[in-house]
């Protein structure tokens, strides 16, 4: 099977301008994705997709693959199906990798990969445990309930399923919750599919593009990881993670 992992990378950033191409300790932050992805064992091939000519020019002096999309694109999802068609449009499967976790684990991108083992899954992703507080009540942070068949029901920036009869200071000792770790994986074919797919009300009520491919009747297959990955959306964000370092 070939999987191709596409990490799409813009410029633009209306919380952090740039973001790709700041330093982490000696490395910019897209070469230090790039690097961690090309550590998967279930990766045929790395390559960054990018709006802009800097960030081009930057991946190819690391040595990395990098092609060029259109800056029109509202979601990575859109950005991932341009970038595959240009690339390799053979591929069976495509991986989206954030490009703004600098530290992603490879053991993450093999297990949304090893879902497409099963010949009957569409799209996968991957859902960590839920044990803060802080987190559980930030919007910023989605959520997700499964079936039992391990496929997500439904997304959202509330803490879901609601607990009745319980403070919410009570809600984690009293149920399981998990979010949401931001890689997707889909067959190529199926990628085609959403891409020509309409917003929809769900999808723009809680900004989550994934509730759009749910309520088009498509499945997202849910594997659950216990490994932490830090998400830089803010120059703050950045700060925090430097001083860690």
Not at 90 to 115: K, T
Not at 123 to 143: E, G, M, R
């Amino acid at each position: 099977m070939k999987i191709i992992g596409i990490i799409p990378a813009r410029y633009a950033s209306t919380r952090f301008p740039a973001k790709p191409l700041i330093d982490i300790a000696g490395k910019s932050m897209i070469q230090r994705v790039f690097e961690q992805a090309k550590k998967s064992r279930c990766l045929t091939d790395v390559v960054v997709a990018t709006d802009d000519i800097r960030i081009e020019e930057h991946v190819k002096m690391f040595g990395g693959n990098v092609v060029m999309t259109k800056e029109s694109h509202q979601s990575g999802t859109d950005r991932c199906y341009e970038a595959i068609q240009s690339y390799d449009p053979s591929a069976d499967v495509v991986i989206n990798i954030q490009g703004d976790e600098p530290f992603i684990q490879p053991g993450q991108i093999d297990l949304v990969a090893s879902c497409f083992s099963q010949e009957s899954t569409q799209i996968a992703t991957l859902v960590h445990l839920l044990t803060s507080k802080d987190d559980l009540f930030n919007p910023s942070v989605p959520k997700v309930i499964m079936n039992k068949a391990n496929e997500a029901i439904y997304f959202s920036r509330h803490a879901i399923p609601y607990v009745r009869g319980k403070n919410e200071s009570e809600w984690l000792s009293s149920q399981v919750f998990y979010k949401h770790i931001g890689i997707y994986a889909y067959r190529t074919k199926v990628l085609a599919e959403l891409t020509a797919l309409k917003q929809s009300s769900l999808e723009l009520a809680e900004s989550l593009e994934q509730l759009r491919w749910l309520e088009n009747g498509y499945k997202i297959k849910v594997e659950l990881t216990d490994l932490e990955s830090v998400a830089i959306d803010t120059p703050e964000d950045l700060k925090k993670l430097i001083k860690f370092l």
